[in-house]
Each structure stands twice: as C-alpha cells, then as structure tokens.
C-alpha cells in the first residue's frame, strides 16, 4: 500500500544519485530539440523536489509517496509523469527493467488519480 514514505538511509542515497545523474545528463546528452527542453523544464517547474524524490523512490526502489504529492502529481499531468519516466528509465543502467519500472509508474498514476478524486 503506498501512503507516508519511509526511506533508510541507504535507499535515501541511491535515489538522490538516480536525480542527480538524471539532471545532470539528461538536458545535456537527451533532450535534444526545443519542445522537448520546454517540456522538460515546464514538468520540473510543476512538482517540488521532494515530491520528484517521492516519485522516483516508488517507480525505481519500493517506496512510498504521501497524498499530497499525488494531489503534485496529478496537477504535473500524465504527459509530464510518463515523460519524465521515460527519460530515466532510458538510463542505460535502468533500461534492462524498464517494463517493471513502466508498470509500477502506471500503478502510481492510477492510485494518485484516485487519491486526487476523493480530496
């Protein structure tokens, strides 16, 4: 069940270096034309750095996300969501699990659309 997040220290880490590599590569080596950057940056202006933690910690590790940043999630739209995904899950490192990774981001809409509906 997802509700409050609940990291180690451990995990806490290695999610903080999965952003850090993802910001630091993806604008440079990835996103290449104009609508693509204007996507990215309008995306990462839509939802709050601990929210984007939050998100990433339950589609890449078995993390939790409070119903606020689902409320975040939901206002950032599906297109930013899946985008943003995708654009990590290309990762090289992250690629052989990408299905996994596809489907629990699906999970995570669908619950956050729910938990958005009854707020």
Not at 56 to 84: M, P, R, S, Y
Not at 86 to 92: A, F, H, L, S
Request: hydrophobic share 45%.
């Amino acid at each position: 069940m997802i509700g409050k997040i609940g990291y180690t220290t451990s995990q806490a880490t290695i999610v903080f270096i999965v952003v850090a590599l993802v910001c630091a590569f993806v604008p440079a080596f990835f996103v290449e034309d104009a609508e693509a950057i204007s996507l990215w940056d309008t995306c990462l202006l839509k939802i709050s750095p601990k929210c984007a933690l939050d998100i990433i910690g339950v589609v890449f590790e078995n993390g939790n996300i409070t119903d606020a940043c689902c409320h975040d999630l939901v206002q950032e739209g599906k297109v930013c969501h899946d985008t943003l995904i995708k654009y990590i899950v290309d990762r090289p490192l992250l690629v052989s699990h990408e299905t996994q990774y596809l489907k629990k981001s699906a999970y995570l809409w669908a619950h956050c659309v729910s938990i958005s509906q009854t707020a």
